[in-house]
């Protein structure tokens, strides 16, 4: 496998959001380009990437012949449509849909990028029995790229249940020797190889397993933070489930910390805890009516609060200095709490994408950047 580890290679952040794809593909990439429709998540990108080209705008105005000549295009498209949190509309509909302009600026791009990265939620492979999913393939097979599907869970790097799909393409004529494998791998879930049945031509790429993750919830906390009022803690306690309730005074000696999740169940406010160390998915709730909470069991009563700002960056593995809304810190930009929690509930977690890049991506780039003539297929 080529393994040029000093180089650099241009890449296009397309729905670039808070820059975190940007921040963790930075050691091997660099944003030459990046886009996103949203005027609070340019605010944040542009605060932690300043030197790079952003454009705040719809993809829908984009001309493919206007951008900058790149090695890959990233594509982390709207998952609304794919999501259980959604209606499932599915991939032709309004916000996930907009992944067809992606495609369309593609085909308009003179000298096309070697090497594609679309993210989304596991829905992708997994609604409709892959349809979604075989939708994409076929368009970027079409396109001229040779293409595969892998899943990989932010949980892995940091205390966050966050699995997500990532289908990577490489254009036809590429060398992929040492890239893939003949078979599925740790990489490729049965929702995958559902979505892959029947498809002659589905690329299983490979990449080793990371090491252990070293971090858990507890080690992200800031325990001085302040906690809600004991009348807000009640309130917050009553709406706890009984049996998450047991579970939470009968381990107060030995656990430290529990997530806790507020939602809507069968028309009634919850709050769910995990025990397991990790948070649950972060999301950004249209409406705000779900949220992220630190619950904490004391000898004496339960200390509840929402998870700040801060810890939801760490949960996403950005870096302590990252720039956002909503926080205390020295590194605030100004705005509320909920631009903050917003900025980080669809991001790519940061170390996934550094994953990603350090172990296929970049190898690959540097792979097939030698071959120049594959920029013009
Ligand atoms: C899954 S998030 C991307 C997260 C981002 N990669 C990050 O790590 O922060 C999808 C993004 O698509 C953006 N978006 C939605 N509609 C868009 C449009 N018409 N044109 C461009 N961006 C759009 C949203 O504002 C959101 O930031």
Not at 176 to 198: C, K, M, N, Q, Y
Not at 222 to 243: V, W
Not at 304 to 325: D, Q
């Amino acid at each position: 496998m080529d393994l040029h580890m000093s180089t650099h290679f241009d890449f296009l952040d397309f729905f670039a959001g808070s820059g975190l794809v940007t921040e963790g593909l930075k050691d091997r990439f660099h944003a030459v380009w990046a886009n996103d429709i949203c005027a609070l998540k340019t605010k944040v990108y542009r605060a932690n990437h300043p030197k790079d080209q952003f454009l705040q705008g719809s993809i829908e105005v984009v001309e493919g012949e206007s951008l900058p000549h790149a090695t890959l295009a990233w594509a982390s498209f709207p998952c609304q449509d794919l999501s259980l949190a959604g209606k499932l509309q599915g991939i032709g509909a309004s916000r996930s849909g907009l992944v067809w302009h992606w495609l369309r600026v593609l085909r308009e791009m003179p000298e096309k990028p070697p090497i594609l990265v679309a993210e989304n939620v596991v829905g992708l492979v997994s609604n409709k029995g892959g349809e979604h999913y075989r939708a994409l393939h076929a368009s970027l097979t079409n396109l001229g790229y040779m293409v595969g599907a892998i899943v990989l869970d932010a949980a892995c790097w940091v205390p966050q249940s966050r699995p997500r799909v990532f289908v990577i393409a490489a254009k036809k004529g590429a060398d992929l020797e040492g890239f893939t494998d003949r078979e599925p791998s740790w990489l490729h879930p049965r929702s995958v190889l559902g979505a892959a049945s029947g498809l002659k031509d589905f690329l299983w790429w490979r990449m080793p397993p990371p090491p252990p993750r070293k971090s858990n919830l507890c080690d992200l906390i800031d325990f001085k933070a302040p906690y809600d009022d004991e009348e807000k803690a009640r309130k917050n306690i009553a709406l706890i489930p009984d049996r998450h309730l047991r579970k939470l005074t009968g381990a107060r000696r030995f656990l430290k910390v529990a997530a806790g999740y507020r939602r809507t169940r069968s028309g009634r406010q919850v709050l769910e805890l995990r025990f397991d160390g990790l948070a649950g998915c972060l999301r950004t709730p249209e409406g705000g009516s779900s949220r992220q909470y630190v619950v904490i069991p004391r000898d004496d009563r339960i200390d509840t609060r929402l998870l700040t700002v801060r810890e939801a960056a760490r949960l996403m593995g950005a870096p302590e200095s990252y720039r956002l809304p909503g926080v205390t810190d020295s590194f605030r930009l100004d705005g509320s709490y909920n631009e903050g929690y917003k900025a980080m509930g669809d991001a790519v977690a940061a170390p996934v994408a550094r994953y990603l890049s350090e172990n296929l991506l970049a190898p690959l780039a540097g792979r097939l950047d030698r071959n120049k003539s594959i920029y013009a297929a």
